[in-house]
């Protein structure tokens, strides 16, 4: 090719004026160029309806059960029209009111991880007015709805979340996170039971999907289970078991999906960041959930709020002082506190069982000097040796002066 074929296929190209690294440049900036929305996809995008039920779930008003029951109730207008069926689809630019107020705005996807005790129930309202897992959550957080329920008896881990739709999906089996249980039973089973538990089991006519069962230790009559299994039928664990002979004395939930309880207090609530439940959910759960992670977060929440919700509680419950960092407590403390009916240790000293002896004057040490590596048969520096029995003794003698050699009798 001649050097006037290569200077015409430039010009043609136009790229004649330009240095080599900014060729490649352009090239990448063509290859990632986005052209903007146009007029009929943002028209598109705001005509979309949804279902109000799912409107209201998203919004964090109630589950799309409950809302369904608050539409059929008279209870959510449209545009300032009464709805009287479920089956109504609204769009992004309709008013939607509950209860004569405004829906609130949609709000970023948030998730907490919560410590529920025993004898708290899952629900917004109870008719027997007992107390419910919603009415001891901090006051500084916002509208939120449970993954799931955990009965009256059962402690440990409820994601609670303020979107319905991602709450629905994670609900579903078929969302295929597992749910992690300890169970301390009262009886004897063997390990041929829990296996079969792994092709399912029919008890009082229900059938319960596949789980996997294994024993982590024996204590005299009790025994320790650790069951994962992938859905949530009501008193389900309870159930098989006592089919199996047993008796559930103690039910703990250590874990939902990829999410542990670990550490976390009774009481506590965490909040996972908006970047580690992105990366957990996966897109495929983003897109079935609809959530937004990109609207704004409306009330702000601190872990640090929670935990200290969670001391000032303990402090009211037990009527004393308590600690900063009450969380991080003594076993004995922490057994005294979570087991009902545990009873501590009298108090010897009180009781006139035990004297305190005063404490004696703690010796100072004696600081470490390069004898304590020194080889063996080596001299000792300074004026310290050790004699035939190996003690250390200190000689009365003053140090040799040291002697300066001479250079007398040497050849230069």
């Not at 900014?22 to 160029?33: E, F, G, I, P, V």
């Not at 319960?208 to 009790?222: F, L």
């Not at 939930?253 to 506590?268: C, D, E, S, V």
């Not at 909040?271 to 759960?285: A, F, Y």
Request: charged share 30%.
């Amino acid at each position: 090719m001649s050097c006037e074929q290569r200077q015409k296929i430039k010009y043609r190209h136009g790229h004649h004026h330009l240095p080599k690294y900014r060729k490649q440049k352009l090239s990448d900036d063509y290859a990632t160029h986005k052209a903007p929305e146009s007029a009929s996809s943002v028209r598109q995008d705001e005509e979309r309806s949804e279902r109000v039920a799912k409107r209201l779930a998203r919004a964090g008003i109630a589950s799309r059960r409950e809302a369904e029951t608050m539409i059929a109730l008279g209870r959510v207008t449209v545009n300032g029209h009464i709805l009287g069926t479920a089956a109504t689809n609204v769009k992004k630019t309709d008013a939607i009111t509950v209860d004569g107020k405004p829906l609130p705005q949609i709000e970023c996807t948030r998730l907490w991880l919560y410590h529920k005790p025993i004898g708290l129930i899952t629900t917004m309202r109870d008719p027997e007015r007992r107390p419910t897992v919603f009415e001891n959550l901090p006051g500084n957080m916002p509208r939120v709805l449970s993954v799931g329920r955990l009965d009256i008896n059962t402690e440990g881990l409820l994601l609670l979340t303020n979107d319905g739709g991602l709450a629905r999906v994670l609900e579903l089996p078929s969302t295929g996170w597992v749910r992690h249980y300890r169970v301390r039973a009262h009886g004897k089973i063997s390990l041929g039971d829990l296996d079969a538990l792994k092709n399912g089991i029919v008890v009082n006519g229900i059938f319960y999907s596949a789980m996997q069962a294994s024993i982590e230790r024996v204590q005299g009559s009790n025994v320790w289970l650790s069951i994962i299994l992938r859905e949530g039928k009501n008193r389900e664990i309870k159930h098989i078991l006592e089919a199996l002979g047993l008796k559930v004395i103690r039910l703990i939930r250590i874990a939902f999906g990829p999410f542990q309880l670990g550490t976390l207090g009774k009481g506590m609530v965490c909040e996972i960041r908006r970047k580690r439940l992105r990366d957990q959910l996966g897109e495929q759960l983003v897109s079935e959930a609809n959530a937004n992670f990109d609207a704004p977060i409306l009330k702000p929440y601190s872990n640090r709020s929670g935990m200290a919700f969670f001391c000032d509680s303990r402090k009211s419950a037990r009527g004393g002082p308590q600690r900063e960092q009450a969380w991080i407590s003594s076993n004995r403390d922490r057994r005294q506190h979570a087991v009902p009916g545990y009873s501590p240790a009298p108090d010897r000293h009180a009781a006139g069982l035990m004297t305190t002896r005063p404490c004696e004057k703690r010796k100072e040490r004696c600081r470490r000097n390069a004898n304590v590596w020194m080889a063996s048969g080596a001299r000792p520096r300074h004026n310290h040796f050790r004699i035939d029995d190996g003690a250390l003794r200190v000689s009365k003698e003053k140090k040799p002066q040291r002697v300066k050699p001479s250079l007398s009798g040497k050849k230069i």
